[in-house]
């Protein structure tokens, strides 16, 4: 498909990819990611861009045992709804773990990883993800 | 605004369709539908399909254009409406809009989905569209682990045992026994829920809608059209409310997971909407791709408390001759979920009972029937509130 | 013109994973008690010697206190770049938040790209061209399954932001020297997958001659001798021969120890004494005086020596100690490792 061989597309993203570029709504205090003109929770266009912090913790974590044609080859892995250290939430892979390890409430910290390819002759598309924190 | 009536239906049995292609099911679907309304197909004056994935899946959009011209009525209005697995749930929405608007007198709701053509992975890939594509699906997240999340999120908030979830999935079951359109017509024990396989843990494969192939169709009109053109004046059923909501389209930009606030305010508006209250449903369909999100339904919906929606599965109380008699044709999971097309199969579901024509499965008395449909992880959701009257 | 450049801020990075030479030897038949190292770092799949440049950059920047944007330059030492054509360096660049104002290129000079990187940013850092420059050697070795390389190639990162010298300054750079011939001990043509190597000839010809060679023109240069120096690290493609070529130099085991990591975590290419002078670092008192000589085949080596300054006190706790990355490990056996190294045949 198109879209899954798009350079623009992901080059578009990259920085709020790679680097937690999050968002702060001045109006009802939300911290989101990735930043955007209006808050996802009231519409606010009162919100300034944010790095966010690299360390949080899991809230919730699922096994992908079925994973779309793009990430076949990684089966099985971790999903998980991330909280930052200042309340913004993330979802994200995790790396560097063992199924059996995670749990909720499982302190973590962000890495800067390999998401997928384009095929073996397509860029790669890198992003963060987490790992369990000491 | 004019008063919008339901007087045909029709649908394909929801299965692998290794035979019929994507047009063949819509006009075959198309047809019943007409033939069941006994009108003709020149009276229908515009078309909503709902679909999610002809496109990724099929490589075919326009499917406006396409039906239309393999039906023969090319002129007519016609396009896709899209909305995830809300797709069906929307199309109805608009061609309740049309025909409520006085625009049309006579129009058709269609819903399609062929996805058995697609390698499983693909249908994966198809289905995590549903969400954010840029930091979602990026991710590696497929559309059951979203759910499955959603699954986490309750268990701890409400302690609730896996099992009285996964009961959900079981109860379907039963139902589609008896509904010749459904695509798994066998009785499941929990035990058989709980050994299968896990797809996104805690998810098991058989707490999850199936893949399937299928069309439904339903043709809507004004009053003015059903007194002219419909000989059969028995059974018809008014469309009370149509209510579309959407909520933020992915898990981590809300504030709870364990409700679907689209719901919450789709289906206030459809109540007030309507004049009724959750007690005066007879009959409701709710969307329950996977078990967990039954359960929630059933509390935002209004017929059970928050956290308990389990408690009234385990009750008896979605049963025939129970309270609130839920998912009577099987469900998402047994009469099967071919995604665009849901919504519609719901609708023609709803429509069954309510004329009296669901054979072993007749709820008595049925008079007001509810459909909830929903597209991403909530993202849309649709509330359809349906009449018997005539 | 004299130099004027000091460390700033320094960063290692090694992947969690770990294989041990006898888990390897176990599988080609070879005596588990003739293997070179104990066991070598392996990359996670969804690394490579880009993500990991990132992390030891990151760790950098926590010691340097700098925002990242005030790095002006990125130079990339490795032999493994995840592209044969595309910078690294721009992609560790935006990551990390210094462009666009930026000198950024990929190198690749075998194992010593990363102390050429140094050298580079050392120059334009006294030559007053950039106030701050990132110099990163990383590397995801690959050896050919069950070839000697196979129990030693590892993966593993370093970076080292240079400035002129100020009242923070980790290490001033006293002096460098670079030696270099057409020395085919080691290569991998364009389109391979894995490298060739030349056995014996990499010795003495190529490592020994070398480094030798680099290490006597410095001190000859500087008017110094190994008795100056507190600590030195050498390339380490194995344990034997830095142990060696100190002996021959004239440096003993207690100026050696810091350095000398390979047994623990592999040959890290690019990354190797790069790596061991952060070990340095993360022990080294003011004033010491520390030589770090690599090697790349092909063949060269960079000589260069630092003074350790006060700052190394308040700074070096503001990352992760190279030991923190030794110790925290999980085993692979061979068939995960197979894996992870993409050595399966998948089509």
Sequence with gaps: MAYTKSVPRIWRERIRKYRLLGGVCNDCGKVFYPSRRFCPRCGSGNVNKVTLPRTGKILYFTVIRNAPTEFKSFEPYILALIELDNGARILAQLTDIDLEEVYEGMPVEAVFRKYKEQGRDGVIEYGIKFRPRE | MEKVFIVGIGATKVREHWNLSLRDLMVK???????????????????????????????????????????????????????????????????????????????????????????????????????????????????????????????????????????????????????????????????????????????????????????????????????????????????????????????????????????????????????????????????????????????????????????????????????????TMGGLKARGHPVGATGIYQIFDIVTQLRGEAGKNQVDNAEIGLAQNVGGVGGTVIINILKRVR | MSINAAIVGYGVYLPVYRIKDVEIAKVWGRDVRRVPIKEKTVPGPDEDSLTMAFEASLNALRRAKIPPIEIEAVFVGSESPPYAVKPSATVIAEALGATPKLYAVDMEFACRAGTTAMGIVIGM???????????????????????????????????????????????????????????????RREGETFPRHTFRFTGEPAYFTHIIGAAKGLMEKMGLKPSDFNHVVFHQPNVKFPLRVAKMLGFTMEQIKYGLLTGEIGNTYAAASPIGLANILDHAKPGERVLIVSFGSGSGSDAISFIVQDGIESRRHLAPYVEYYIKRKKYVNYSTYAKFRNLLKMR
């Design chain 2, 29 to 327: 679907s198309a047809i019943k539908a007409i033939n069941n309304a006994g009108i003709n197909k020149q009276d229908i004056k515009a078309i909503y399909i709902g679909n999610m994935s002809s496109g990724y899946l099929q490589g075919q959009e326009h499917l406006g254009a396409l039906l239309a011209t393999w039906l023969g009525i090319a002129g007519v209005s016609a396009c896709k409406v899209e909305a995830a697995c809300g797709s069906g749930g929307a199309a109805f929405h608009q061609a309740f809009l049309a025909v409520a608007s006085g625009l049309y007198d006579c129009v058709m709701a269609l819903g399609v989905e062929k996805m058995t053509d697609a390698i499983t992975s693909d249908v994966t890939s198809a289905l995590i569209m549903a969400d954010d594509q840029e930091y979602v699906a990026f991710t590696g997240a497929s559309f059951v682990a979203l759910n499955a999340l959603i699954y986490r999120a309750y268990i701890k908030e409400y302690g609730v045992k896996q099992e009285d979830i996964a009961l959900f999935a079981v109860h379907d079951h039963k139902y589609a026994v008896n509904n010749p359109y459904a695509q798994y017509r066998r009785e499941i024990k929990i035990e058989d829920v709980m050994n299968s396989p896990l797809i996104a843990d805690p998810i098991h494969l058989l707490e999850c809608a199936p893949i399937g192939d299928g069309s439904a169709a339903i043709i809507l009109c004004n009053e003015r059209f059903l007194e002219k053109k419909v000989s059969d004046q028995e059974g018809v059923i008014e469309v009370l409310s149509s209510v579309l909501a959407t909520d933020i389209i992915s898990l981590h930009d809300r504030d709870t997971y364990i409700t679907l606030n689209a719901t919450r305010v789709a289906s206030s508006k459809a109540y007030k909407m309507a004049r009724i209250e959750p007690k005066d449903v007879n009959v409701v369909e709710v969307h329950d791709a996977f078990t967990i999100l039954g359960v929630i339904s059933l509390e935002d919906l209004g017929f059970a408390e928050r956290g308990s929606g389990w408690e009234i599965v385990r009750e008896g109380e979605i049963e025939i001759g129970g309270k609130i008699p839920t998912n």
């Design chain 3, 125 to 187: 850092v006294s030559s007053g061209i950039i106030k701050y420059g990132l110099a990163i050697g990383t590397d995801t070795a690959q050896g050919r399954p069950g070839d000697e390389l196979d129990y030693t190639a590892a993966a593993g990162a370093a970076a080292y932001i240079f400035s002129n010298p100020g009242k923070d300054t980790i290490a001033t750079v006293e002096g460098t020297y670079s030696y270099v011939t057409d020395t085919p001990d080691f290569w």
